[in-house]
């Protein structure tokens, strides 16, 4: 994967169900900082926005990187696709600049390493990047649920296929 020299820290948010993860990375091997923070509750848009403006404060990044939820894009739920367009808009409002890439995106990113599903390229991520390792759950079920954990690597995944393109570079 090819590295960026314009943007010293990239940081990538992935909204869920449960609430959002992020990462934030100096490089394409170089992760800093990583959580996912679950809300429950009510209000939950406007708590997740809360922790992702603290994110943002604390780190200043010079890029965002998130999931394009836009019809052309990946389709998600009303209020992820309300959630993501808020963050957007608090970047923006900072002066970060935006980047946002789909599902068929990142599969494309990841399709050298062989397969494309979302387990495979949580396993791939952990295989190349150590740290994250220790994150990745088993392989799911039929009858299951998703694992919260798939969060982080989603938002990994995002940051990563901004990393190895030319946006910005």
Not at 108 to 115: D, I, M, Y
Not at 126 to 136: G, Q, S, V
Request: charged residues 25%; hydrophobic residues 45%.
């Amino acid at each position: 994967m090819k590295a960026h020299a314009r943007y010293n820290l990239v940081l990538a948010v992935y909204p869920s169900a449960r609430g959002f993860a992020f990462v934030i990375f100096e490089g394409p091997f170089s992760p800093v900082d990583w959580s996912t923070r679950e809300i429950r509750g009510r209000h939950k848009n406007q708590r997740c926005l809360l922790g992702i403006a603290a994110v943002l404060e604390r780190y200043q990044p010079d890029v965002l990187v998130l999931q394009d939820m836009s019809p052309s894009g990946t389709p998600r739920a009303y209020r992820m696709r309300e959630l993501n367009a808020s963050i957007a808009e608090l970047a923006e409002d900072r002066g970060i600049p935006v980047r946002m890439f789909s599902r068929a995106q990142v599969r494309a990113a990841f399709e050298p390493f062989g397969l494309t599903s979302k387990h495979f390229i949580a396993e791939t991520i952990a295989k190349h990047i150590p740290a994250f390792d220790r994150y990745l759950p088993p392989p799911r079920k039929l009858w299951m649920s998703e694992d919260a954990r798939m969060a982080l690597f989603d938002a990994v995944a995002l940051a990563l296929t901004f990393l190895q393109s030319d946006v910005g570079g």
